[in-house]
């Protein structure tokens, strides 16, 4: 079953501004989707991470994205079914850390970003590794 978790924050478009969205059961980020107030500017990024590792990469077009407009991320090749876990004993596993970078706003903006998580995803992974 996919269900929607949504987190908004305000940045003020210095970049690396983080916000840690708690998972509510053990799953994995499948997309996510991105709106903002202000212009994204191209080339502009948007991470959601599992601790370090990048699970989901939004990135501005060129033309830039107008403000009130949705981007979506694209899954990362090799950490897309990375899995969450409230349960976890690792805290990185328990949150979605969702960060933007220096270039992605031009000034201060109020960025939505809506997660599709899949709790019923079927993945293969080493105990090591969750």
């Given at each position: 079953?996919?269900?929607?978790?949504?987190?908004?924050?305000?940045?003020?478009?210095?970049?690396?501004?983080?916000?840690?969205?708690?998972?509510?059961?053990?799953?994995?980020?499948?997309?996510?989707?991105?709106?903002?107030?202000?212009?994204m500017v191209a080339s502009g990024t948007v991470v959601a991470y599992?601790?370090?590792?990048?699970?989901?990469?939004?990135?501005?077009?060129?033309?830039?994205?107008?403000?009130?407009?949705?981007?979506?991320?694209?899954?990362?090749?090799?950490?897309?079914?990375?899995?969450?876990?409230?349960?976890?004993?690792?805290?990185?596993n328990k949150v979605i850390k969702v960060t933007d970078d220096a270039t992605l706003?031009?000034?201060?903006?109020?960025?939505?970003?809506?997660?599709?998580?899949?709790?019923?995803?079927?993945?293969?992974?080493?105990?090591?590794?969750?």
């Amino acid at each position: 079953m996919m269900m929607n978790l949504f987190a908004t924050v305000v940045l003020t478009g210095g970049g690396g501004e983080s916000v840690y969205i708690p998972v509510p059961c053990r799953g994995i980020v499948k997309e996510i989707t991105l709106a903002c107030n202000a212009t994204m500017v191209a080339s502009g990024t948007v991470v959601a991470y599992r601790g370090a590792t990048a699970v989901n990469t939004a990135t501005a077009p060129t033309g830039n994205t107008a403000a009130g407009t949705t981007l979506d991320g694209v899954p990362d090749t090799d950490y897309k079914d990375y899995i969450f876990d409230p349960d976890s004993t690792t805290v990185a596993n328990k949150v979605i850390k969702v960060t933007d970078d220096a270039t992605l706003l031009g000034g201060a903006g109020a960025l939505s970003v809506l997660v599709k998580y899949d709790e019923s995803a079927a993945v293969t992974q080493a105990a090591s590794e969750a």
